[in-house]
């Protein structure tokens, strides 16, 4: 498969844990995007990677959420001290240059409990 | 900043038939792209086809179409022969062409009907 791939598919959490996902891109992608999209909305944009360096960041990406992108190659989203409000599916996307194709990983399904 | 509106929340269409999705945008930028998106219930995102503002031809993509009208800022999605498989979300989104981020709109539910 190589596509963008999402894990885990499912996380159940409980209130003030730390989690973290992890989104391999397309391999020859140099561009990583993480989305976050609640019930009924569409993706609101979290945070840009062009290769290891992360250009842009959303207001929606509070204090308690930080991504990384060490080696320009996967990328980690950490969530810090989950709330109720953070419970969303989390969307990785890749794309190559700025053609504007953007290819989406299955995502991964938060629950805060 | 930009916004996107899809002002259908729900649709259904016969199989065979046509449908028609609507989607209206905001920008007072003049070089930008414009995207339908399809969300199964599987829930990845499947991009379906692709606009380049500069470019004035609507694309199309096997059953797939856009009419793009730049000054109405009007970018709806036809959908011809429908097929069960095509039932899914459908978003509309805007990039600017130096940016960076996908604006999505809130999304059209697509049911095809046997």
């Known amino acids: 498969d190589t596509g963008v791939s999402q894990n885990p598919r499912h996380k159940i959490t409980k209130r003030g844990q730390n989690v973290t996902f992890r989104c391999d891109p397309i391999?020859?992608?140099?561009?990583l995007y993480w989305y976050r999209q609640t019930l009924g909305q569409g993706p609101e944009f979290l945070t840009y990677f062009q290769n290891e360096a992360q250009l842009e960041k959303s207001r929606l990406l509070s204090d308690r959420f930080s991504a990384e992108r060490p080696k320009g190659s996967f990328s980690t989203l950490e969530i810090q001290r989950t709330e109720q409000g953070d419970s969303a599916m989390y969307l990785c996307?890749?794309?190559?240059?700025?053609?504007?194709?953007?290819?989406f990983g299955q995502g991964t399904r938060l629950t805060v409990v | 900043a930009q916004t996107v509106t899809q002002s259908q929340p729900e649709m259904s269409v016969q199989e065979a038939e046509t449908v028609t999705l609507s989607c209206t945008y905001d920008?007072?930028?003049?070089?930008?792209?414009l995207f339908w998106y399809k969300q199964p219930p599987s829930r990845q995102m499947i991009l379906v086809i692709r606009?380049?503002?500069?470019?004035?031809q609507n694309a199309t993509e096997n059953r797939f179409s856009v009419n793009f009208q730049k000054a109405a800022k009007s970018f709806s999605l036809k959908i011809s022969d429908s097929q069960l498989g095509d039932t899914a979300m459908y978003f509309c989104a805007f990039k600017e062409t130096s940016g960076s981020r996908l604006t999505f709109g809130e999304g059209t539910q697509l049911t095809v009907n046997p």
């Open positions: 606009q380049e503002a500069y470019k004035q």
């Open positions: 996307a890749s794309s190559l240059r700025e053609t504007g194709k953007a290819f």
């Open positions: 920008t007072s930028e003049s070089n930008y792209y």
């Open positions: 391999s020859e992608h140099n561009r």
